[in-house]
T-cell receptor
Framework: AQKVTQAQTEISVVEKEDVTLDCVYETRDTTYYLFWYKQPPSGELVFLIRRNSFDEQNEISGRYSWNFQKSTSSFNFTITASQVVDSAVYFCALIEPTNAGKSTFGDGTTLTVKP | EAQVTQNPRYLITVTGKKLTVTCSQNMNHEYMSWYRQDPGLGLRQIYY???????DKGDVPEGYKVSRKEKRNFPLILESPSPNQTSLYFC??????????????FGEGSWLTVV
């Protein structure tokens, strides 16, 4: 069965600090897809990134970077030089193609960036 | 503009009074899904649809029904709402369940309170 664990319930940092949000997953499949979403205080959900299990390259998008390590079943998300606007709840999610259509989300990490 | 539209955005209803939350997307996406978000539980998938007339249960389908008679619409039906269905509901759509080749779009959310 698929499972996603975001052990950090809440993180608080001061602006300009770097912060890493952890995501650990469980799956029996060799092919799977991992996602990160952002939910700012306004409540909408924003898709950030999708990664398939065959692509272990790290990805960088501006201040955001993602580190995918199959050996530790982790897909961690780092925000560099955090800003107040990064304050949000961040969700990690997993989809197994053998269970196509079903997605499993972690419980989310609430990030607060203080000025 | 690409979007997923949910209605109503906010609703207070009484136990047992049937209600429908509509979801419509304008991107000709095949895949649509419904989630509920509760404090501390992240997002949990209710139902999903791989295409017209193809629907399947997610992790928490009890008390809900869906239909997919046309590609753009995926309504969520609560035949006899109960207070434990008080939640924030999200509809999502994408070309495929794994989001390949496209972004995953979410509606703005529907706050439902059952008293």
């Amino acid at each position: 069965a698929q499972k996603v664990t975001q052990a950090q319930t809440e993180i608080s940092v001061v602006e300009k600090e770097d912060v890493t949000l952890d995501c650990v997953y469980e799956t029996r499949d060799t092919t799977y897809y991992l996602f990160w979403y952002k939910q700012p205080p306004s409540g909408e959900l924003v898709f950030l990134i999708r990664r398939n299990s065959f692509d272990e390259q790290n990805e960088i998008s501006g201040r955001y970077s993602w580190n995918f390590q199959k050996s530790t079943s982790s897909f961690n998300f780092t925000i560099t030089a955090s800003q107040v606007v990064d304050s949000a709840v961040y969700f990690c999610a997993l989809i197994e193609p053998t269970n196509a259509g079903k997605s499993t989300f972690g419980d989310g990490t609430t990030l607060t960036v203080k000025p | 503009e690409a979007q997923v539209t949910q209605n109503p955005r906010y609703l207070i209803t009484v136990t047992g009074k049937k209600l429908t939350v509509t979801c419509s997307q304008n991107m000709n996406h095949e895949y649509m899904s419904w989630y509920r978000q509760d404090p501390g539980l992240g997002l949990r998938q209710i139902y999903y649809s791989m295409n017209v007339e193809v629907t399947d249960k997610g992790d928490v389908p009890e008390g809900y029904k869906v239909s997919r008679k046309e590609k753009r619409n995926f309504p969520l039906i609560l035949e006899s709402p109960s207070p434990n269905q008080t939640s924030l509901y999200f509809c999502a759509s994408s070309l495929s369940p794994t989001g390949s080749g496209n972004t995953i779009y979410f509606g703005e959310g529907s706050w439902l309170t059952v008293v």
